[in-house]
């Protein structure tokens, strides 16, 4: 089957789609078969009981250039996700991630302007049984399309808390547009619209084919509802929509000027469908007879993607606690351990580390499913951290609170019962602190003392077992000069550093 399909590619390839500006959605329109044989007989399908949610596996691949960047972001993904869920949520529709995530490096995809490039993409990289979807960089100058015989690719530009992905996977569940007939003819305010609209859909037929143009005609609905069963979309409760360009809507969120049907009949257009094309802002809903075609659909002819139909607990909406280093702690650059709380069930953590106050730029940029991460190469340097949370179902947990450090020398080191302990740093401005800082926490008391060279006791911090950090903040009594720092576990001093305060 695939043979045949490069065959296909390989010898008639030709220019599609030439559009200069930057479309909603490159799904023309189409009605598919197992639609419109549905909406003769709706009640011959069978329904998955109302409160039944169906959970759907998604692949996503994250298109890159040939040397690896440009990838799109995780946390830019996990709202896209979320929101994904957020709008599918009133469809007893939610997606989880099956398989890890997807990253390709390839220019070529990452930028294709082209359809039938991308449905090239998608035959080498689908994982069979999921959802395939593929954020790239130019998605055949569209947000969006969705390849009834493979799958979904999505500009980056057009995700995140937008409703271009449902959108796509409204039309991956056999939904067109409302305005079906319509795409690639602009309607004019105030024109009598014509009874039937011819349209090309040679791209979007159940099966890639490349050397016939495949034209069909479509009834444009009428106000009064009387053709609405073979009109359009064929659903009666979306009402006409002649609009195929994208557009805004006003405070009572409609198109703002006049549509006339082919009686003369007027109306205008709501704004609150995905499957429109109205602005990202005016949309909140699928109607009741959309959800019930998709999920007769996915039942009817995606029972593959209902293997698995058992959720994990969600994770929490607070945000993760960063427990080591402390906030603007010293540490070690050649060892510093980061440590956060555990999310309590299964999950993935999305570290970022970066020089920079804005987190760009990272230094680490990773997936991990521990709760720790080491840094052994760092700068003399301020860093700042961010951990966020997700598994394979629940992608909301919101980012943790930014931590700071600032990586520095870090000469006075002892062992505790073979842990690695260390201070810093030892040039210390007045009226800042000194950090003890530790692989595993203290496991007895101990002090910290601060002593001036001629042997007088300045400052003394009784420190208690159990922690990894510990500050001591210098008094008004430490002026300027060199000290010795003495720690001392049960009476014997353990540690004894210079250090010279500035
Ligand atoms: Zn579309």
């Given at each position: 089957?695939?043979?045949?399909?490069?065959?296909?590619?390989?010898f008639f390839?030709?220019?599609?789609?030439?559009?200069?500006?930057?479309?909603?959605?490159?799904?023309?329109?189409v009605?598919?078969?197992?639609l419109?044989?549905?909406?003769?007989?709706p009640?011959?399908y069978a329904q998955?009981e109302?409160?039944t949610?169906?959970?759907?596996?998604?692949?996503i691949h994250?298109l890159?250039?040939?040397?690896g960047?440009?990838?799109?972001p995780?946390?830019?993904l996990l709202?896209?996700?979320c929101q994904?869920?957020?709008?599918?949520?009133q469809?007893n529709?939610?997606?989880?991630?099956?398989s890890p995530?997807?990253?390709?490096d390839?220019?070529a995809?990452?930028?294709?302007s082209?359809?039938?490039?991308?449905?090239?993409m998608?035959?080498e990289?689908?994982v069979?049984n999921?959802l395939n979807c593929?954020?790239?960089d130019?998605?055949?100058?569209?947000?969006?399309?969705n390849?009834?015989?493979?799958?979904?690719?999505?500009?980056?530009?057009?995700?995140g808390?937008s409703?271009t992905?449902?959108?796509e996977?409204?039309h991956d569940?056999t939904l067109?547009?409302?305005f079906?007939?319509?795409?690639?003819?602009?309607?004019m305010?105030?024109?009598?619209a014509?009874?039937?609209l011819?349209?090309?859909y040679?791209?979007?037929?159940?099966?890639?084919?490349?050397?016939t143009?495949?034209?069909?005609?479509?009834?444009?609905?009428l106000?009064?509802?009387?053709?609405?069963?073979?009109?359009?979309d064929?659903f009666?409760?979306t009402?006409p929509?002649y609009?195929?360009d994208?557009?805004?809507?006003t405070?009572?969120?409609?198109?703002?000027?006049?549509e006339?049907?082919p009686?003369?009949?007027?109306?205008?257009?709501s704004g609150?469908?995905?499957?429109s094309?109205?602005?990202?802002?005016?949309?909140?809903?699928?109607s009741?007879?959309q959800?019930a075609?998709?999920?007769s659909y996915?039942l009817?002819?995606?029972?593959?993607?209902?293997?698995?139909q058992?959720p994990?607990?969600?994770?929490?909406?607070?945000?993760t606690?960063?427990?080591?280093?402390?906030?603007?702690?010293?540490?070690?650059k050649?060892?510093?351990q980061?440590?956060?709380?555990?999310a309590g069930?299964?999950?993935?953590?999305?570290?970022?580390v970066?020089?920079?106050?804005?987190?760009a730029?990272?230094?680490?940029?990773?997936l991990?499913?521990?709760?720790t991460?080491?840094?052994?190469?760092?700068?003399k340097h301020?860093?700042?951290?961010?951990?966020?949370?997700?598994?394979?179902y629940s992608f909301?947990?919101?980012l943790?609170?930014r931590g700071?450090?600032?990586?520095?020398?870090?000469?006075?080191?002892?062992?505790q019962?073979g842990?690695?302990w260390?201070v810093?740093?030892t040039?210390?401005?007045?009226?800042?602190?000194?950090?003890l800082?530790?692989?595993h926490p203290?496991?007895s008391?101990?002090?910290?003392s601060?002593?001036s060279?001629s042997?007088q006791?300045?400052?003394?911090?009784?420190?208690?077992a159990?922690?990894l950090?510990?500050?001591?903040?210098?008094s008004?009594?430490?002026?300027?000069?060199l000290?010795?720092?003495v720690l001392h576990?049960?009476?014997?001093?353990?540690?004894?550093?210079?250090v010279?305060?500035?």
């Open positions: 089957m695939i043979h045949a399909k490069w065959l296909l590619l390989t390839l030709f220019p599609f789609l030439a559009q200069a500006q930057l479309q909603p959605c490159a799904t023309p329109p009605k598919s078969k197992w419109t044989l549905y909406q003769r007989h009640e011959h998955p109302e409160d949610i169906l959970y759907i596996p998604l692949t994250l890159g250039n040939d040397d960047t440009s990838h799109y995780i946390d830019r709202t896209s996700l994904l869920n957020a709008d599918f949520a469809a529709i939610q997606f989880f991630l099956e995530i997807d990253y390709i390839n220019t995809y990452n930028h294709h082209t359809v039938v490039e991308g449905a090239q998608m035959f990289n689908d069979e999921t593929y954020f790239v130019d998605a055949a100058d569209a947000c969006g399309y390849l009834p015989y493979a799958s979904i690719a999505l500009n980056e530009s057009c995700t808390q409703h992905w449902a959108h996977v409204g569940f067109p547009h409302p079906l007939g319509w795409e690639g003819t602009e309607y305010a105030g024109d009598t014509p009874v039937k011819t349209y090309d040679t791209y979007f037929q159940d099966t890639l084919i490349l050397d143009l495949i034209i069909d005609t479509a009834f444009t609905e106000v009064d509802g009387s053709n609405c069963e073979i009109a359009a064929g009666c409760d009402p929509d609009l195929s994208r557009w805004p809507c405070a009572d969120n409609t198109n703002g000027f006049t006339v049907d009686t003369g009949a007027t109306f205008q257009t609150e469908l995905f499957m094309y109205s602005y990202d802002d005016c949309q909140s809903k699928f009741p007879q959800i075609a998709m999920r996915i009817d002819e995606k029972p593959n993607y209902l293997y698995n058992t994990y607990p969600q994770l929490s909406d607070q945000q606690p960063l427990l080591s280093p402390a906030y603007e702690a010293i540490t070690d050649t060892h510093t980061l440590v956060w709380a555990s069930t299964p999950a993935t953590y999305h570290l970022v970066s020089k920079s106050f804005t987190m730029y990272p230094f680490v940029d990773t991990i499913t521990d709760t991460f080491l840094l052994t190469d760092l700068e301020n860093y700042y951290w961010q951990v966020q949370p997700f598994n394979k909301c947990s919101p943790s609170k700071k450090f600032t990586a520095d020398e870090m000469v006075a080191i002892f062992e019962a842990e690695r260390q810093g740093p040039f210390v401005q007045q009226g800042t602190s000194l950090h800082t530790g692989q203290l496991s008391d101990a002090d910290l601060l002593v060279v042997g006791v300045v400052q003394t911090q009784q420190l208690r159990g922690s950090d510990y500050e001591l903040f210098l008004e009594k430490c002026q300027r000069g000290y010795y720092l576990i049960k009476g014997h001093p353990v540690l004894r550093q210079k010279m305060v500035y």
